[in-house]
T-cell receptor, first 112, second 113 residues
């Protein structure tokens, strides 16, 4: 039982490049989330999904897109990376709308 | 506007003593509060929670206290152990479920053997 798995663990991009972060969960959870963690800012919600085929904007959605084509997967895309998107990205899932969240181990992204 | 504040970025405590981590919030609509623990290179893991209808919740060495009038909660760890050294995040959610949760900035706890 892997829980929440994020791929890749590290990535370096140049400004303007694109990439997709993959999140997979094997707990049959309905809700999935993408957060970013920046120094002194805590975790901030980028986008979330309340079920397969649904997505919604969180607190800081600009510059990101998401898709949830399968219940177990939640993809986060950066179409044109910017240095301001340098951060640690965490995916999380929950059984329903209530806590607790189960987090992956994060992806450290650097945009130069 | 930081609605959940952890004003102490770091805390050092001797092994065996009590660790007290504090959290203040400003949004009176928050009705559920949680603490997460995070080790380096790992994701946060859920530690303990409390509903606004309670003022205390205990789980082993961990106790969370909620003072709604002061909009303040605290996490007590007794006794503290070196394995407790981690970053602790306070989080709060209101009506609307987990998509409305707000996290604090974290407090790094170091337990000295």
């Amino acid at each position: 039982n892997a829980g929440v798995t994020q791929t890749p663990k590290f990535r370096v991009l140049k400004t303007g490049q694109s990439m997709t972060l993959l999140c997979a969960q094997d707990m049959n959870h309905e809700y999935m989330y993408w957060y970013r963690q920046d120094p002194g800012m805590g975790l901030r919600l980028i986008h979330y999904s309340v079920g397969e085929g649904t997505t919604a904007k969180g607190e800081v959605p600009d510059g990101y897109n998401v898709s949830r084509l399968k219940k177990q997967n939640f993809l986060l895309g950066l179409e044109s990376a910017a240095p301001s998107q340098t951060s640690v990205y965490f995916c999380a899932s929950s059984l329903d709308r209530d806590p607790p969240l189960h987090f992956g181990n994060g992806t450290r992204l650097t945009v130069t | 506007d930081q609605q959940v504040k952890q004003n102490s970025p770091s805390l050092s405590v001797q092994e065996g003593r009590i660790s007290i981590l504090n959290c203040d919030y400003t949004n009176s609509m928050f009705d559920y509060f949680l603490w997460y623990k995070k080790y380096p290179a790992e994701g946060p893991t859920f530690l303990i929670s409390i509903s606004s209808i309670k003022d205390k919740n205990e789980d082993g060495r961990f106790t969370v206290f909620l003072n709604k009038s002061a909009k303040h909660l605290s996490l007590h760890i007794v006794p503290s152990q070196p394995g407790d050294s981690a970053v602790y995040f306070c989080a709060a959610s209101g009506p609307g479920g987990y998509q409305k949760v707000t996290f604090g900035t974290g407090t790094k706890l170091q337990v000295i053997p």
